[in-house]
Structures are given as structure tokens and as C-alpha cells.
């Protein structure tokens, strides 16, 4: 199995400014409490690099969130200014200007790019492997966003939350993921708070032989969210990290047919 790991949230760079009516310093801490931190580190850490092949943004969600639909009507989270160029934080004041030219820019040197990068990386993984994995890795925030439209927010918050594709997941590679980390000791949730994986346009429902699944895991486990440190202690965030390798050993070596 070729996995692939997507990694849209975790960086906090902004390739430029235009339009932002706050300064640098703000985009900073929205793009840290929007963003996945540290997620990179946890997924892909430079000595499993060799293992995987990971495709990283290169940029923040604030920027330009690579994984909201770009056709606003079809974007849930473009009516609170949050699709795929934001022009609100998530506390819902404006932070942007966007003209039809700004947003079109960045789309085209961003978003479509990212898309068609990531299209290139299963595409190969096809032709060598046959079959291929993207693991859309997440994590999320123990108390939600303001912007939430998760009807079930103020519920107490799994550490683990799985998503899913109706056609792209079997539930054979979903229970081997909810069994790996509830045997570990976490408490595991099935699309919810947050549901689906990423599947590249070109391939979507074209191919059994792409399988997709999103791997969320709960801030509060591996960081100080407060102050966005990471947790260690108690070696929080390097158990984390070491138990996410495992997992992603044992989807590399998954065989849906066994």
C-alpha cells in the first residue's frame, strides 16, 4: 500500500498580505488558532520521511484553506467568510478584502496548484503500487471554534475522531483505525465532531484502488492550547507522536483483502 499523508493545516505562513486589514502579528495568532500545529511533526517526523510521502501546504488556512471547495456555493463555511479565501476570522470580523482578481490569484497559484500536485502524487502511486492511501491528517481543538457548525459542539470531545468516504473508505479500514487507537487506551469517535477525507477530483469514484481516511487528533493531547507549546512533561506529545507512526506502519502494511 502506497500511503500518501495530506497535511493542509499545519502551516502558519502567509506568502504575502494583500488585502489583510489586520498586521502581521495578528494573521500570526489566527493562523495559530485556526491551524493544525504541529501536526507536521507528528505525522512526518524527519526520521520517518523516508517511509511516506507527504504532501505539506505550504501556507496558512487563513491564507487560503486548500481543503474548502472553491465554488463558494458549494463551501458550507464561505457564509461565515471562511471558505476557501477567508475574509473573516472565527470570531467574524472581517480581516480581508478580497477582489475578484485577489481571490482568483490566489486560487491559481495556490489552491489549484495544491490540488494538482496532490493529483500527481496518487497518480503515481497508482501506476507504482496499485493501490493507494491518502491519510488526511488533522487535529482539532478540544473546546470548538466559535464558527462551529457541529450541532453536537458542546458535547465532550473524543481524543480520536475518524472521517470518512462513503466510497473511498471500507469499513474494514475504518475499524482497523478506530481498533489500532482505542486498544491504545483513547476514546474514538467515527465522523463526528468532524467527518470525511480528502480524494482528489480527477480520482473521485473512478478507483477502488484509492482509499482515503482522516486521522483527527484532539489538541489538548499533544499541546498547551493556551499557550500553543507542545506537551513534555509527561512526554505527551512524543507519545503521540510514536503511536501515530505505529498506525501509520500498520496502514502501510493494511491488506483489505486479508
Same mark, same amino acid.
Given at each position: 500500500?502506497?500511503?500518501?499523508?495530506?497535511?493542509?493545516?499545519?502551516?502558519?505562513?502567509?506568502?504575502?498580505?494583500?488585502?489583510?486589514?489586520?498586521?502581521?502579528?495578528?494573521?500570526?495568532?489566527?493562523?495559530?488558532?485556526?491551524?493544525?500545529?504541529?501536526?507536521?511533526?507528528?505525522?512526518?517526523?524527519?526520521?520517518?520521511?523516508?517511509?511516506?510521502?507527504?504532501?505539506?501546504?505550504?501556507?496558512?488556512?487563513?491564507?487560503?484553506?486548500?481543503?474548502?471547495?472553491? @465554488?463558494?456555493?458549494?463551501?458550507?463555511?464561505?457564509?461565515?467568510?471562511?471558505?476557501?479565501?477567508?475574509?473573516?476570522?472565527?470570531?467574524?470580523?472581517?480581516?480581508?478584502?478580497?477582489?475578484?482578481?485577489?481571490?482568483?490569484?490566489?486560487?491559481?497559484?495556490?489552491?489549484?496548484?495544491?490540488?494538482?500536485?496532490?493529483?500527481?502524487?496518487?497518480?503515481?502511486?497508482?501506476?507504482?503500487?496499485?493501490?493507494?492511501?491518502?491519510?488526511?491528517?488533522?487535529?482539532?481543538?478540544?473546546?470548538?471554534?466559535?464558527?462551529?457548525?457541529?450541532?453536537?459542539?458542546?458535547?465532550?470531545?473524543?481524543?480520536?475522531?475518524?472521517?470518512?468516504?462513503?466510497?473511498?473508505?471500507?469499513?474494514?479500514?475504518?475499524?482497523?483505525?478506530?481498533?489500532?487507537?482505542?486498544?491504545?487506551?483513547?476514546?474514538?469517535?467515527? &465522523?463526528?465532531?468532524?467527518?470525511?477525507?480528502?480524494?482528489?477530483?480527477?480520482?473521485?469514484?473512478?478507483?477502488?484502488?484509492?482509499?482515503?481516511?482522516?486521522?483527527?487528533? &484532539?489538541?489538548?493531547?499533544?499541546?498547551?492550547?493556551?499557550?500553543? &507549546?507542545?506537551?513534555?512533561? &509527561?512526554?505527551?506529545?512524543?507519545?503521540?507522536? @510514536? @503511536?501515530?507512526?505505529?498506525?501509520?506502519?500498520?496502514?502501510?502494511?493494511?491488506?483489505?483483502?486479508?
Amino acid at each position: 500500500m502506497e500511503l500518501i499523508l495530506h497535511l493542509p493545516h499545519s502551516s502558519v505562513h502567509f506568502p504575502h498580505r494583500k488585502g489583510f486589514l489586520i498586521n502581521e502579528n495578528q494573521c500570526l495568532k489566527e493562523a495559530e488558532h485556526l491551524g493544525d500545529l504541529y501536526t507536521e511533526e507528528l505525522f512526518y517526523p524527519k526520521k520517518q520521511q523516508e517511509k511516506y510521502r507527504a504532501f505539506v501546504a505550504g501556507f496558512s488556512r487563513v491564507f487560503c484553506d486548500a481543503e474548502r471547495y472553491e @465554488d463558494d456555493e458549494k463551501e458550507i463555511m464561505s457564509r461565515f467568510g471562511l471558505g476557501a479565501t477567508y475574509t473573516h476570522n472565527d470570531d467574524g470580523k472581517e480581516i480581508r478584502k478580497i477582489s475578484a482578481e485577489l481571490r482568483e490569484e490566489i486560487l491559481s497559484e495556490y489552491y489549484r496548484p495544491h490540488h494538482k500536485k496532490l493529483e500527481r502524487f496518487v497518480d503515481e502511486g497508482l501506476a507504482e503500487n496499485q493501490e493507494v492511501l491518502i491519510v488526511d491528517c488533522h487535529s482539532f481543538p478540544d473546546i470548538p471554534f466559535h464558527k462551529s457548525i457541529i450541532p453536537d459542539s458542546k458535547e465532550m470531545r473524543p481524543d480520536i475522531c475518524i472521517g470518512t468516504d462513503s466510497f473511498h473508505t471500507s469499513e474494514k479500514l475504518t475499524q482497523f483505525v478506530e481498533v489500532f487507537f482505542k486498544q491504545k487506551g483513547y476514546s474514538v469517535s467515527v &465522523n463526528s465532531p468532524y467527518s470525511g477525507s480528502m480524494v482528489t477530483s480527477k480520482h473521485h469514484r473512478s478507483s477502488r484502488k484509492l482509499s482515503t481516511i482522516m486521522v483527527e487528533v &484532539n489538541r489538548r493531547l499533544y499541546m498547551d492550547e493556551r499557550t500553543k &507549546n507542545k506537551l513534555t512533561h &509527561n512526554r505527551e506529545f512524543q507519545s503521540m507522536q @510514536d @503511536d501515530l507512526q505505529q498506525l501509520l506502519s500498520g496502514l502501510k502494511n493494511f491488506n483489505e483483502k486479508k
